[in-house]
Each structure stands twice: as C-alpha cells, then as structure tokens.
C-alpha cells in the first residue's frame, strides 16, 4: 500500500502567517488522486482540496494545494483563527486509500 | 443538502456482534460509492472498505478483510458496518462517508463512537 508521510507533525503559527504542510508519498499518486481533508475536535474531517489543486466547494482561496508524483504542499496563504485544526492528506487512486498521519496547526 | 446521518455511540463486551448504521439524504444513494473509516488516537485515520449501494460491490482493504462485513440496502438509503465477533482493539471511531467516481470522500457522517470493554 501506498504510504503517506506528513510534515511536520506539529505547526505553530500565528493568525496572519502563511503555513506550509507537506504530504510525500512512498510510490506516485495514481490519476493526481491526492486529496487534503481539515478536522476539528470533536468533528468528522472535511474535504478542503481534491485533485492534487482543487478547492472543494465553499472553500475560501486562502487553501490552495500543489505538488506532483510523490510530493504535494498544502499552502493556507494566511492564518484565519478558524484554521487551526488537524490536516490530513489522503491518497485516493491505489486501493486500499491511505492517509497520512496528520499535522497539527496550532496557535503559537 | 448531501448528508450522511451515522447511528448513535455504542458500548458492547468482547465476544459480542455488532451492526452500526450510515443513512444517506438529499442525493441518489444507490450511485455514489460509501466508504468507513477508523480513526484511533494510535493509527489515525485507516481506510477499511468501500460499498457501491447499487450492485453491492464491495472492496475492502487487506487489513479489514474478514474482520468486518460491509452492506448496503438502497431501499432505505443505508449502508452498514458489522461485527461477528468484537474485540477490545476495535475501539474507535467510525466514519462513514461517500464518494463519487474519481473523487475523495465528501461528505462525511458524524462518526459513531464503539467502545468494547469487558
């Protein structure tokens, strides 16, 4: 299976900064199936990019995605207090789909 | 509005069955793939398997394969979860979540609770 590895595991910004996560894949993505998901405590994860570079429906432009073959970043240009939440990529396109362990985005 | 409404927090002893539920609203259910997912504090989130409600495919991942049965009845827009036999490392949260053709999971339901405690 493919194996997502997600960077750092912990993040500590401020509102207003820009924040950078990675997710590297252990074999390339298959069909660019890459997806980004956000969870708050408490709360089921929601899909914020799809595609590799996609914003889901509703998603403000500040969440963008990038990245190809075996490394993508997720970019939140800047810090609204309502982004600090757990993320987590997810390959989509090998069965069985696999998730990275997550980073942390925290307020510093 | 899509939504997947889950059943509610469960608490069973080892050795017991158990069958939680994912009901389906607001789109064709029989057509879009659903899809669990566990989440424990120690593994994150694991993709189990996934149901096509209209034929009933099923696929599931090696590490889920004959620990769990996945069914779907699109009479009733739902899909299930089910054990034969709980064991305690099967504590978790569960989601469901749907998926159509070339897309992730979206949405998701709000997860059931299972806890399995002698």
């Known amino acids: 299976e493919i194996v997502l590895t997600q960077s750092p595991g912990t993040l500590s910004l401020s509102p207003g900064e820009r924040a950078t996560l990675s997710c590297r894949a252990s074999?390339?993505?298959?069909?660019?199936?890459l997806a980004w998901y956000q969870q708050k405590p408490g709360r089921a994860p929601r899909l914020l990019i799809y595609?590799?570079?996609s914003r889901a429906t509703g998603i403000p432009d500040r969440f963008s995605g990038s990245g190809s073959g075996t490394d993508f970043t997720l970019t939140i240009s800047r810090l609204e207090p309502e982004d600090f939440a757990v993320y987590y990529c997810?390959?989509?396109?090998?069965?069985?789909?696999?998730f990275g362990q997550g980073t942390k985005l925290e307020i510093k | 509005e899509v939504q997947l409404v889950q059943s509610g927090a469960e608490v069973k002893k080892p050795g017991e069955s158990l069958k939680i539920s994912c009901k389906g609203s607001?789109?064709?259910?029989?057509?879009?793939?659903i899809g669990w997912v566990r989440q424990t504090p120690g593994r994150g989130l694991e993709w189990m398997g996934i149901?096509?409600?209209?034929?009933?495919?099923?696929t599931y991942n090696p590490s889920f394969e004959g620990q769990v049965t996945i069914s779907a009845d699109k009479s009733i827009s739902t899909a299930y979860l089910q054990w034969s036999s709980l064991k305690a490392s099967d504590t978790a949260m569960y989601y469901c979540?749907?998926?159509?053709?070339?897309?992730?999971?979206?949405?998701w339901g709000q997860g059931t609770l299972v806890t399995v405690s002698s």
């Open positions: 149901i096509y409600p209209a034929d009933s495919h099923t």
């Open positions: 607001g789109y064709s259910f029989a057509t879009y793939w």
């Open positions: 595609g590799i570079s």
């Open positions: 979540a749907r998926r159509a053709r070339g897309s992730p999971f979206d949405p």
């Open positions: 074999q390339s993505v298959t069909s660019n199936y």
């Open positions: 997810q390959q989509y396109g090998t069965s069985p789909n696999t």
